[in-house]
């Protein structure tokens, strides 16, 4: 079942006294943190932008969440997300010339980013409404709109005008994480079985090119053909 969310400071607690839920909540912000300042590396930006960038990455899925569900704001009740966030920032700007393709690393990067929140933001959301429905919004509304301001701010084509599936990955991983909660699964179980969903709909769409048929235009007809 559900454990219940509250944020934890991040320290002095080991990372084995904290529930999975708050696992995949770290991680999912320190992933997502290091998309933000991968792309800052793509357009060269000095630290500040890829503190800047990394931040808004990082903990952006999760404020939108907070908003919505009109909660305090996570990383406001614990600064050790924006800890977090600067830390893989201040990383990637010193290691960030090493990896060969920085937009492909970015890219599989986001899709384990992608896996953790949409289970974070599902488990916020039950635990909070106890709504299903609101459950699988809120995962997925966590688990794309860091990738979307990242993309914007940084000036790349937005993941979600790419022809491979993505929100459809996280909608997989919320619905998977909830289905498996109501059915009394243990948390552990639900959160890796939601994070294996939408980390393989997400990975099988960036290596095999997964998408939906696309809607294609046709000529409109002349006002005078029209009956």
């Known amino acids: 079942m559900l454990l219940p969310y509250s944020p934890i400071p991040l320290l002095p607690y080991s990372l084995m006294s904290l529930n999975p839920i708050a696992l995949l909540d770290y991680a999912g912000v320190a992933v997502f943190a290091a998309t933000g300042a991968l792309a800052a590396s793509r357009k060269e930006l000095d630290i500040i932008g890829f503190l800047f960038l990394a931040s808004v990455t990082g903990i952006g899925g999760g404020t939108l969440r ?44 986001d899709a384990v980013g992608l896996a953790a929140f949409s289970v974070m933001g599902a488990a916020k959301g039950l635990a909070i409404t106890g709504s299903p429905v609101v459950s699988v919004v809120m995962g997925v509304l966590t688990a794309t709109f860091g990738g979307i301001l990242r993309d914007l701010l940084a000036g790349e084509p937005s ?10 990955a996280a909608l997989a991983g919320a619905t998977i994480f909830t289905l498996g909660d109501l059915a009394g699964l243990p948390a552990l179980a639900s959160s890796l079985l939601g994070f294996a969903a939408a980390f393989l709909v997400r990975g099988g769409a960036l290596r095999f090119g997964w998408s939906f048929p696309a809607y294609r235009s046709r000529p409109g007809r002349r006002p005078e053909d029209i009956p």
Request: hydrophobic share 60%; with cysteine.
């Open 159 to 168: 993941v979600l005008l790419r022809p491979e599936i993505y929100v459809t």
């Open 66 to 109: 907070d908003v919505i569900l009109n909660l305090p704001v996570f990383w406001i009740a614990n600064s050790g997300y924006v800890l977090i966030c600067a830390v893989v920032a201040v990383l990637v700007f010193f290691s960030a010339h090493r990896f060969e393709s920085r937009y492909k690393l970015l890219l599989w990067l």
